[in-house]
């Protein structure tokens, strides 16, 4: 499947902006499952700009506009060509996973940070889970499953900031609260896990050349021999319709847009995003 999206994200000073100084993860990453046909990212006013791969290996764009504005547009422009297979890699078992080998070289994707970490009650049936699941890849499956059964999704119901503990408190969440708990638990019963940010196509089956309003989208990918996506918010894996942008720890890694301004007033924002199929 070939895609087209046109992500603008505009932000009004109040008061104006003497000066800005942003960090854009935008830019669709070419990996096994898609190739990046065509990229281009538009700041207005004119910045300064370096671009470079971060530790995690996700393209970044640094920027400053350094004259007075009372007004910043980026847009990305992105055409991806998708084309989605099934891991081939022998899945590890738990004896495998558990050697120190694993968690030498994914200590980052192992760790239980406060964002991700489950409260008592949902960190017992984590475990649970793992203990009567006969692989990892089982225990994860399930896992993914256990958030999106119980975990409604309700836009505003939580804020980027949040933990997944509060997420699951409420029992409701967006899709970045859902990977948060699924890798909080993948950490939890000792497989690596990391975040993934990206786009999905609204559409189960989109026409081809209708142009439709979408938005930023996350999962999961967890490690057992090779890297294994899964979107909770859906439950299910990836398929043409995912488009990989970033991924690391979490959502902390992969903020589409970040940054700080110089000015005496405040600032807001609007992001926009639209979809479209081309072949």
């Not at 968690?103 to 049936?125: G, H, I, K, N």
């Not at 975990?151 to 699951?168: K, Q």
């Amino acid at each position: 499947m070939q895609l087209k999206i046109l992500h603008t994200t505009g932000f009004a000073y109040d008061g104006g902006a003497t000066a800005s100084y942003n960090e854009a993860r935008l830019t669709p990453q070419t990996v096994g499952s898609q190739l990046v046909v065509h990229t281009r990212l538009d700041v207005h006013p004119t910045p300064w700009t370096w671009t470079y791969r971060d530790y995690w290996g996700s393209q970044v764009t640094a920027f400053e506009v350094l004259d007075p504005h009372d007004e910043l547009t980026v847009t990305s422009t992105t055409t991806v060509h998708t084309q989605h297979r099934a891991a081939t890699a022998d899945r590890l078992s738990w004896q495998e996973i558990r050697q120190g080998r694993v968690a030498d070289q994914f200590t980052e994707y192992l760790e239980v940070s406060d964002r991700v970490r489950a409260p008592d009650d949902l960190a017992a049936r984590y475990a649970d889970l793992a203990h009567s699941s006969p692989t990892p890849h089982d225990a994860a499956t399930a896992i993914c499953s256990l958030v999106h059964d119980e975990v409604d999704y309700v836009v505003g119901s939580t804020h980027v900031s949040g933990h997944a503990a509060d997420s699951w408190d409420a029992r409701a969440g967006v899709c970045q609260d859902m990977a948060h708990l699924v890798i909080g638990g993948l950490r939890q019963v000792g497989v690596p896990a990391r975040y993934v940010s990206g786009y999905l196509h609204p559409r189960q089956d989109p026409v081809v050349g209708e142009t439709v309003s979408g938005e930023s989208h996350a999962w999961v990918e967890w490690w057992d021999g090779d890297w294994h996506g899964y979107d909770p918010t859906n439950d299910a894996e990836p398929g043409d319709r995912h488009v990989v942008v970033a991924t690391g720890r979490d959502y902390g890694d992969v903020r589409p847009l970040s940054g700080i301004f110089t000015g005496a007033g405040t600032s807001s924002m609007f992001v926009d995003v639209q979809v479209t199929r081309l072949g």
